[in-house]
């Protein structure tokens, strides 16, 4: 069966790095796009990064432009997200996601808990 099992959260300071990785199994990895999504409990869902089949198109929220980068490996069925200069706002837990969409995966249509294949996610920590 499908699973994502999400690593590498942890506590930082602000401006701080953190790669959190996804391992996917169960599935043609190589044939779906990907996403990263994060909860927190005022804000709910939020949409992260998006990563085509091939890798050779990703997306970001404009929150995370410029700071966070998605990236993933076929060869070995992971998914990564790199993520630096962490604000406290960036505290939440992150998600791997297998999206049901193509937009989805984008962020032109909002994540949906019962929509996709989802891990069980990563906590991530930024205060000083």
């Known amino acids: 069966q499908v699973q994502l099992v999400e690593s590498g959260g942890g506590s930082v300071q602000p401006g701080g790095s953190l790669r959190l990785s996804c391992a996917a199994s169960g599935f043609p990895f190589n044939t779906y796009w990907m996403t990263w999504v994060r909860q927190t409990p005022g804000k709910g869902l939020e949409w992260v990064a998006g990563?085509?089949?091939?890798?050779?198109?990703?997306y970001y929220a404009e929150s995370v432009q410029g700071r966070f980068a998605v990236s993933r490996t076929n060869d070995d069925d992971i998914l990564f997200l790199e993520m630096t200069n962490l604000q406290t706002e960036d505290t939440a837990l992150y998600y791997c996601?297998?999206?049901?969409?193509?937009?989805?995966?984008?962020?032109?249509?909002?994540?949906?808990?019962?929509?996709?294949?989802w891990g069980q996610g990563t906590q991530v920590t930024v205060s000083s």
């Open positions: 990563i085509s089949m091939r890798g050779d198109k990703t």
């Open positions: 996601l297998r999206p049901s969409t193509v937009s989805q995966a984008m962020g032109t249509t909002p994540p949906r808990k019962d929509e996709g294949y």
